[in-house]
């Protein structure tokens, strides 16, 4: 397999719009073990950025069928038509009521 294209942006840079796109796609997380298909649910902006020079935090929540999972860490996160970008992406288990999808959690402060 060819190495995915990284997103075009540095990580500092990246926003919530960046990911827009992305929302209800398949995406895929790359961990040494084994490679995870997710669907991303969304990317949520918080109401204020620190300051006004920087971006507006945010956070991506993912889902899977896939219950074998990585321990929290920095994995690469890849979708087809947007790229990929290495991030810490933290599991945070099932999902509440649906004990088959377990959910990812990205954080951009």
Same mark, same amino acid.
């Given at each position: 397999m060819s190495q995915p294209k990284p997103l075009d942006k540095s990580l500092?840079?990246?926003t919530s719009a960046d990911f827009a796109p992305?929302?209800?796609?398949?995406?895929?997380l790359v961990? #040494? %073990?084994?490679?995870?298909p997710l669907i991303l649910e969304s990317a949520t902006e918080q109401a204020h950025a620190p300051a006004p020079t920087l971006r507006k935090p945010f956070s991506l929540m993912?889902?899977?069928q896939e219950m074998r999972y990585? #321990? %929290?860490?920095t994995y690469v996160?890849?979708?087809d038509d947007l790229g990929a970008?290495?991030?810490f992406v933290v599991p945070l288990g099932p999902l509440l009521?649906?004990?088959d999808v377990f959910r990812y959690q990205v954080c951009f402060n």
């Open positions: 500092a840079d990246l992305g929302v209800a796609q398949p995406w895929t961990t #040494p %073990q084994l490679d995870i993912f889902h899977t990585p #321990p %929290q860490g996160l890849r979708q970008v290495e991030v009521g649906q004990p």
